[in-house]
Each structure stands twice: as C-alpha cells, then as structure tokens.
C-alpha cells in the first residue's frame, strides 16, 4: 500500500478528470438528507455528509434491473425466447466518499450472488467494473456500532482507495490495482510528507474511540437455532411495535432480497428483478394462498434470525450487519437491532429471560 497526499484546492479539478473515464457517483444532498447519485460534469461529491439515508448498493445491485428480455412478436427470432439485453451498460464507474461500512457491506452481499453453484453475472459484472474510493469516518453518528459489526471508521479492506482527511488535504492509501489506475486518470501522484502512516493511525484510533455503541455477538453461534426461534420473550415485544414498513430491509446496505416479474410493454416482454423485503407480507405468498410468514411476528423474527443466527450459523463469518446504523436511525418505531442482538446473545432458554446490556 502507499499513501498520497491529495490538496482539497486540486480534489476538484482531479474528479474533473474522471469524468472522462468514469461514470461518478457521490453524495448529494437532498432535503434534510444526503444520498448517493450519480454526478454531472461539474458537480463534486459532498464529502462532509455523516451518513447517507440509502446505502450505494443499488449501484452494484440496481433496485429495478431487467435481467431478461424476448419478443412477443410472432414474427421474431426470440418470439417468447428469454435472453439477457443486448444494451447492457456495464460502463467503469466509481463511487467517492462511500463510508468503510457501505464498502464491508460487499463481501457479505456477494455471498448471495457467487456461490460454487451460482453465479450472478449482473451482480459481478457491476462489481467488477466499480471502483470504490472511501472516505474514513471520523464523526460517527449515535446509532453506529460498526466496531463490534466486523467493520470500522477507518477499514480500509474492501476498498480500492481509502480518503483520510487530514485538514486542508486529504491522505489517500492506494489499496488496489483499481484505486492506483483512478489515482492515476485524476493525476493525484503527490508524495506525502513523513509521518503520514502515523498520522492516519492516531485519527483511526480517534474515530474508534468515539463509537460507544456495541453488539454482543460472542455467543450467537452457540445458541440452538430452535431455542432463539421459539424465544416468544424476544418476539413478542419487538414485533409488537413494527408496521412492516420495510424500511430497515430498503435502507441497508446487507440486505439482498428481491423478486422477479415479468412485465409486458407493446410486443416486448422483460423480466425484472426487484428488491423485496421480508417484512412484506408478498415477499412469501405462495400461489396456493398459504403464507409461511404471515404474521408481522413471523417477518420480524425472519429479518433478525436470517442476519444474526442462520447467516452466523452458515458462514461461520460474523454477523450479516456491518453496524452503519441504518435501520436504527430510520425505524419510525424505534425497534433496534442492538438490542435484539443483544437479546438474541444472551438469551437463556432455561429460564426465557435475556440480559440486555445496551440498547
Ligand atoms: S423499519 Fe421498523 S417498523 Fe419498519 S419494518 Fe423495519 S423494524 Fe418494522
Ligand atoms: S442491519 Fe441495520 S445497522 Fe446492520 S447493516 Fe443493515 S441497516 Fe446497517
């Protein structure tokens, strides 16, 4: 790895040059809140914001992507015959500022879209083709436990290059192969000067100090999987509140659920996939009329057992949550991940009661 220093009087005039090679995507505000869109010419990435309401995730897995497409026109070659759209744009793209925890959030993702058996192209290729450029997170919000979700402020291990900002420059660790050649198309090549890899560590330990909120995650795995479904203490009370709103399954960045439709448009057919969520009722209608999950119990428990007990239980790997703080921030009734995980954790079949330590 090496470290650049990039002035802030040259970072436009750097992400100018981009455009050239890349389609950018950044944060902008939007009302009271930032998301992340793709730039015009001109336009920089706000580099101050906090947290964006919506992860960058759609733009390696979009919310609505036609996966297939034929004709409905008797007279074509693909009369009804599937096939992927030849106009897929799989353009070099690049995402700046995006936060360490968005970054980690990828690798759990790809679990679901590169298995031995299966390979997602649309998701590899978009991945492929993405070059992240991070920004280190020095002011953390209330509601951020990434430290205790296997990322932090300052991990750098899924991005390409990581921004530190260092008062009037940032201070760039160039990670990657694809983090050297966007280095290299911006024309950011300066030398830092000495006692820069330091300088990072002290603001790294900084940053990590300021995240008080944690998840006790050390005996997830042990818990039997029937005892945490059947724990009514945990379930009960938290799907009491919920409105299966599916905004905590939209905002995060680890959530990967989608359906699939196929919609008809004049003589043109396309399948579309589209995120779902399992806090709606649809998601597991089945065509017979029963619903396995048909309860906002059932949707509740689903989304808390698939990210803390059936995902730790199959990849032996963490948790599926990077601790961004999303879904608690955003929750219009307050239910926390923290404290169902923290529930989960300690919860002791023998007597039905949980210990929960943070909230
Ligand atoms: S955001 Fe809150 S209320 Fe909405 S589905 Fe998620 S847990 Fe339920
Ligand atoms: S579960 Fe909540 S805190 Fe964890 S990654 Fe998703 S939105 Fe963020």
């Known amino acids: 790895m090496k470290v650049i220093k990039i002035d802030k009087n040259e970072w436009a005039d750097g992400v100018e040059k981009?455009?050239?090679?890349?389609?950018?995507?950044?944060?902008?505000?939007?009302?009271?809140?930032?998301?992340?869109a793709t730039l015009k010419p001109g336009q920089k990435p706000e580099m101050e914001y906090v947290n964006s309401r919506i992860s960058p995730k759609y733009v390696i897995y979009p919310q609505?992507?036609?996966?297939?497409e034929c004709s409905m026109d008797e007279n074509d070659e693909d009369y009804k015959v599937y096939h992927e759209p030849g106009d897929k744009n799989y353009e070099e793209k690049a995402?700046?500022?995006?936060?360490?925890?968005?970054?980690?959030?990828?690798?759990?993702?790809?679990?679901?879209?590169?298995?031995?058996?299966?390979?997602?192209?649309?998701?590899?290729?978009?991945?492929?083709?993405?070059?992240?450029v991070g920004l280190a997170c020095d002011a953390p919000c209330p509601s951020c436990f990434c430290t205790s979700a296997g990322s932090g402020p300052y991990n750098d291990q899924n991005?390409?290059?990581?921004?530190?900002?260092?008062?009037?420059?940032?201070?760039?660790?160039?990670?990657?192969?694809?983090?050297?050649?966007?280095?290299g198309a911006a024309g950011w090549d300066k030398d830092t000067e000495q006692g820069a890899e330091d300088s990072i560590e002290k603001r790294k330990t900084g940053a990590e100090s300021k995240i008080t909120s944690k998840v006790n995650t050390d005996n997830l795995a042990?818990?039997?999987?029937?005892?945490l479904?059947?724990?009514?203490?945990?379930?009960?009370?938290?799907?009491?509140?919920?409105?299966?709103?599916?905004?905590?399954?939209?905002?995060?960045?680890?959530?990967?659920?989608?359906?699939?439709?196929?919609?008809?448009h004049g003589r043109q057919s396309y399948r579309i996939r589209n995120w779902d969520s399992c806090m709606y009722p649809?998601?597991?209608?089945?065509?017979?009329?029963?619903?396995?999950?048909?309860?906002?119990?059932d949707r509740l428990r689903q989304r808390f057992m698939h990210k803390l007990k059936y995902y730790v239980d199959k990849y032996e790997d963490g948790i599926q949550c990077t601790g961004c703080g999303r879904c608690v921030s955003l929750c219009p009734v307050n239910i926390d991940i923290r404290r169902i995980c923290n529930m989960m954790n300690s919860y002791d079949p023998e007597s039905c009661t949980c210990e929960v330590t943070a909230s």
């Not at 921004?163 to 050297?180: F, M, R």
Request: with cysteine.
């Open 229 to 264: 479904y059947d724990a009514t203490i945990i379930w009960e009370k938290a799907a009491f509140a919920c409105i299966n709103c599916g905004t905590c399954t939209y905002a995060c960045p680890t959530c990967w659920c989608f359906d699939v439709q196929d919609e008809v």
């Open 222 to 227: 042990n818990q039997s999987l029937l005892d």
């Open 95 to 132: 995402v700046l500022g995006v936060r360490p925890c968005d970054a980690d959030s990828l690798p759990l993702v790809r679990r679901n879209f590169d298995t031995d058996e299966y390979k997602d192209p649309y998701w590899l290729q978009a991945f492929e083709t993405t070059t992240l």
């Open 159 to 183: 991005l390409d290059i990581m921004l530190v900002d260092n008062g009037d420059h940032y201070l760039a660790e160039i990670l990657t192969d694809k983090g050297e050649k966007l280095a």
């Open 18 to 36: 981009l455009h050239d090679n890349y389609r950018l995507i950044g944060a902008v505000r939007e009302k009271s809140y930032h998301i992340f």
């Open 64 to 68: 609505s992507e036609i996966i297939l």
């Open 282 to 297: 649809l998601f597991t209608h089945h065509a017979s009329g029963h619903n396995p999950r048909g309860t906002k119990l």
